[in-house]
């Protein structure tokens, strides 16, 4: 295509672009002359240009609408949003000219003259009546034969004047002067004065540069390598200046493919407004941050995602006007769009003050698409709810308009978010509206890694994806352990799944030498962590991301290739397609599902340990509660006064069996589940660890057999679930009682309320564990009675939502007595959001828990009562 | 008018002709990127050095650097508009003085007399040709 040509498709699709935005912003201020006159001139240089091109359908369509503008500017026609419906047409037609221009290399055949008749009709005093919302459907394709007629014929009939060319405007340009004369010229002549010192450069020439930057990167890396192994001589100045150099020119280019985010945003305005012509609704769209800059392939990749969230805020976030006065908003709903920088991340928030999600309508979905049960859903907090709208297939429009519901869901704006390491959260208050938060890296094209290496290849982690690195060997305190041949590590009392990258890659075998040392790279993905086990950890470079080789496009593993100071190539892992890959293998065995143990940050599974006990019943008991698995030399369990106990890591921990018939083996291996409790540890023993699988948290509550919270189904099967608190009061009051007799432990009093014997069962244990005496109690009005005929309490913890009297009632009735002012109260609710909060923290609770957050309960749990009894004056009466 | 898929007809062999004085300096003053190019391909190919400058504010910038023979100049612009501009150089005085062509539509085409009194030499309806442009600037004594 001749580059005249190609340059005026560029231009004009900018202009067409700056029109979009102007039009929206002049609709609001139909009197601000300065937007009219750029307007004005925008059109009036597309058409001009089509002129000199030999373009005649592009010319035709502009001249239409530079007529009517024309007319705005001289106040002989009124701004309507028909008016500038009509205009934003034109655009579009425009547009579709030029776009198969860019195929064809010349105008395609087409029929404009409807369009140009319908404005020429407003531009000659017509009212357009109702148009807005119909015509918008029309504009992809042209009208029918007879609808066009009919057009024609009324606009001839009501302007005789139709056939000659348009009329010609009287010029007055004084009108549109005076804001340039008489003031305001400061703001836009700085930016001017910046676009008038920029120069356009094909993205070519700009890639080009940035590989002749990795080379130079690479030989600089290569020189000062050859230095190291050399005493200072001559070249060691010039090559650290080289050195300096490289770096600043490296940073250069990397400014130079910085564009600001505004860019992105070019669109929504325009979007926004026909949606709200459309959806005849008000909507007011406040974009901050427009000059924050990113890479501009950062850039591409979200712009979809953020075109979709507005799309959705607009069309199902923002209420009918007479909807939001009834709730008494203003009747223009506003969608805020803010971007910042925030170290070394770009932030951008999308909120809208409109009706939030509708938790009601996700909830129905969830349960219908079989993401979620019913029992499962009455324990999840609204904010755990909405966030289902993250999954695949998962629509919240009630209807599907044709605005959004297109198919293109929550899940894939999450997905392209994630693919360049990025995150977003969300959040949505009923009838407050929701805000979204995405947090994108600033570049993709010049990253810090982590070098390792597995099987003697290096390669290279993205260190945005690294949470830390934990050194094992079998003889350190941290070691790999094997569930079901699939390795976990447990650290700081987390159970983190692992990826052994040799395995994974088909590199050889693992050797298990005794003593070997390995490192474990523990990554996030999203809210997902695991750990990839590699042999050596080298340094963090600066690397050059190359595309993937087609070759290895098929793997989801790499996310790229690097050449390193040494002048090697090596690979960059794909944290995301590590972590995909490994849910996936773990898939297809059926069973063994430790990696899934990553997914821990979506809330609604657990993943339980299954154990075998003598018979041939399985019992499992939640991960996240075991602090380690153990398997014991027989010979060290030690037989003392009736209790097994073993020395470990310096201390005596006390065994408990699990079956009080089990036989303790005279020889070989016992395994051991550890739990461990501010700071004590015991073990449970238990004939053999079976596997690890990962499943809803439904348990039904059941028998009162002893040491049983209940039963659940978990990997099919009806499995009894364990309470441990049962086993840990049994190891530690034994304990107690035998070692300790003589310490007199003046015991603090807790009042626990709770109507479900499931969460009871939780925290008492956990409470005598800690020393605690505790009374329980299933709604307010029976605690308010135990309150008055017992001893005083030392603390309360409360839940909310109860039969008879909540938590709330509950806690005003306490506060409203002089005896317990200060008695320390704690609310632990499944509802917790800022909300409930503020109306808990009203009632007179001192600390509000969520109980969502189940594996760290007890940590939680433990810290507020230490934070509540210690900042309270509430001394025990006794 | 020609259609541009034709290049060659609307620029001709022009580029082949040999000239034996030296260039004159043509200043092209649009806010369209695409006018800019078009008008310097017909420039070049009538012997003259061309610049351009995107309005007016970057014309008055450029006259300060080099005083140009001809300018090109457009009449919508941003920032600073072809009348605003046109004053403003002829203010600056510059010597020797630069022949100064009003591109034009039938829109601003009853101002032109404005524009001759302002100081311009001539003016020139938009869109122009090669021919157009070549007849203007024999009129002007410039080729």
Not at chain 1, 465 to 474: A, H, K, M, R, T
Not at chain 1, 810 to 819: E, I, L, S, T
Not at chain 2, 125 to 139: E, G, H
Request: with cysteine; hydrophobic share 45%; aromatic share 4%.
């Amino acid at each position: 295509m001749d580059d005249l040509l190609q340059e005026f498709l560029t231009e004009t699709n900018e202009s067409l672009a700056t029109l979009d935005v102007e039009l929206v912003r002049f609709e609001r201020e139909p009197s601000d002359a300065k937007i009219l006159g750029n307007i004005f001139r925008l059109m009036h240089t597309i058409k001009g240009t089509c002129g000199f091109l030999g373009l005649p359908r592009l010319e035709a369509v502009a001249h239409a609408g530079e007529n009517v503008l024309g007319k705005f500017r001289d106040g002989e026609l009124d701004v309507t949003p028909g008016a500038v419906t009509l205009i934003l047409k034109a655009i579009d037609r425009i547009r579709q000219i030029l776009s198969a221009m860019e195929q064809t290399g010349a105008e395609p055949a087409g029929e404009d003259s409807a369009l140009i008749a319908e404005i020429n009709a407003m531009a000659s005093g017509q009212a357009v009546p109702e148009m807005a919302a119909a015509s918008l459907d029309d504009d992809g394709g042209f009208p029918v034969a007879a609808e066009l007629l009919a057009e024609v014929a009324q606009a001839i009939e009501q302007n005789p004047t139709l056939a000659a060319p348009a009329p010609v405007i009287e010029p007055d340009v004084k009108k549109a002067e005076p804001a340039k004369a008489n003031g305001e010229p400061a703001a836009p002549a700085a930016e001017s004065s910046a676009a008038a010192s920029s120069i356009r450069v094909n993205v070519d020439v700009i890639e080009n540069l940035m590989t002749l930057i990795s080379e130079l990167v690479l030989t600089r890396n290569q020189l000062l390598q050859l230095q190291r192994g050399q005493k200072g001589n001559e070249f060691k100045v010039p090559l650290q200046r080289l050195s300096h150099l490289t770096s600043d020119l490296q940073d250069g280019v990397t400014r130079m493919r910085m564009q600001p985010i505004g860019n992105a945003w070019a669109k929504l305005p325009r979007i926004v407004r026909d949606l709200a012509v459309e959806t005849r609704k008000r909507i007011e769209l406040v974009m901050l941050g427009a000059d924050t800059e990113l890479d501009r392939q950062v850039l591409e990749i979200i712009k979809d995602p953020l075109t979709h969230m507005v799309r959705n805020s607009a069309d199902h976030g923002i209420e009918p006007g007479a909807e939001r006065l009834a709730a008494g908003k203003p009747e223009a709903g506003t969608i805020t769009l803010k971007a910042y920088h925030e170290s070394g991340h770009i932030f951008i928030r999308i909120s809208d003050d409109g009706r939030g999600l509708n938790v009601e309508a996700i909830r129905r979905k969830a349960i219908a698409n079989g993401l979620v049960t019913e029992p499962e859903l009455a324990t999840m907090s609204e904010q755990q709810i909405i966030q289902f709208i993250f999954r695949a297939g998962f629509s919240t429009a009630e209807k599907v308009t044709s605005v959004s519901g297109r198919g293109v869901g929550m899940d894939v704006v999450r997905t392209n978010i994630e693919r360049i390491g990025g995150a977003i959260e969300m959040s949505s208050v009923q009838g407050q509206g929701t805000t979204f938060l995405i947090k994108i890296p600033l570049t993709l094209a010049i990253v810090s890694a982590l070098i390792v290496e597995a099987a003697s290849q290096r390669f290279a982690i993205p260190q945005i994806n690294v949470i830390e690195l934990v050194g094992v060997s079998d003889r350190s305190d941290v070691s790999i352990q094997r569930i079901n041949n699939a390795p976990v590590l447990r650290l700081r009392d987390r159970l983190l799944p692992l990826v052994s990258l040799r395995g994974l890659l088909n590199l050889a075998e693992d050797e298990t030498g005794a003593g070997r040392t390995s490192y474990v790279v523990v990554a996030q993905v999203g809210s997902a962590k695991f750990g990839i086990i590699v042999d050596r950890v080298f340094d963090t470079e600066e690397i050059v991301v190359k595309p993937v080789a087609p070759i290895l496009r098929g793997t989801p593993f790499y996310a790229g290739n690097t050449i390193l100071g040494d002048g090697s190539v090596i690979l960059i892992l794909d944290p995301n397609g590590i972590a995909q890959a490994a849910r996936q293998q773990t898939a297809d065995d059926g069973k063994s599902d430790v990696h899934a143990a990553a997914q821990d940050g979506i809330k609604d599974e657990t993943s339980f340990l299954l154990f075998g006990t003598r018979g041939s019943e399985l019992k499992a008991v939640p991960l996240e509660l075991v602090a380690r698995l153990e398997d014991l030399d027989a010979a060290s369990i030690e037989h003392v006064g009736g209790r097994h106990v073993v020395q470990y890591r310096d201390h005596l921990m006390p065994l408990v069996p699990f079956d009080e018939f089990h036989e303790w083996p005279a020889s070989g291996k016992q395994a051991v589940l550890v739990f461990s409790d501010h700071g004590r540890s015991m073990g449970l023993a238990v004939d053999k660890v079976v596997d690890i699988v990962r499943d809803r948290m439904a348990i039904e509550l059941s028998s009162e057999r002893t040491g049983l919270l209940g039963s659940a189904i978990i990997a099919g099967k009806a499995t009894d679930i364990v309470n441990i608190g049962h086993f840990l009061t049994l190891a530690f009051t034994n304990w107690f009682d035998g070692a300790v007799e003589a310490r007199v432990v003046a015991q603090r009093r807790a009042l626990v309320v709770d109507d479900s014997a499931f969460f009871r069962n939780l925290i008492v244990p956990q409470l005598r564990a800690a020393q605690w005496h505790v009374t329980s109690a299933a709604n307010g009005a029976e605690a308010l009675r135990i309150m008055e005929a017992d001893r005083p309490f030392d603390i309360v913890i409360s839940d909310i939502e109860m039969p008879e009297m909540g938590g709330l009632d509950f806690a005003a009735a306490v506060r409203r007595d002089q005896r317990w002012q200060g008695l320390p109260m704690i609310a632990l609710s499944s509802h917790a959001n800022a909300n409930d909060v503020q109306q808990g923290r009203a009632a007179g609770f001192d600390e509000y828990l969520s109980k969502a957050d189940q594996p760290r309960l007890p940590e939680n749990l433990a810290r507020a009562m230490d934070a509540v009894t210690q900042a309270s004056p509430w001394r025990n009466a006794s | 008018m020609t259609s541009i898929y034709k290049a060659d007809a609307v620029f001709g062999d022009d580029s082949e002709e040999t000239f034996s004085v030296a260039p004159r300096f043509c200043l092209i003053v649009d806010d369209s990127a695409t006018i800019r190019r078009f008008s310097a391909r017909l420039l070049n190919a009538m012997n003259f050095v061309v610049g351009e400058a995107e309005h007016g504010v970057a014309a008055v910038e450029a006259c300060r650097l080099v005083v140009p023979d001809l300018i090109l100049l457009d009449w919508n612009m941003p920032e600073m508009d072809g009348l605003a501009c046109l004053k403003a150089v002829r203010a600056m005085d510059l010597q020797p003085r630069p022949m100064i062509v009003m591109c034009t539509t039938e829109n601003v085409l009853p101002k032109i007399t404005e524009a001759l009194a302002a100081g311009a030499d001539e003016y020139i309806m938009k869109p122009f040709d090669r021919d157009v442009l070549r007849d203007k600037l024999a009129q002007l004594e410039l080729i």
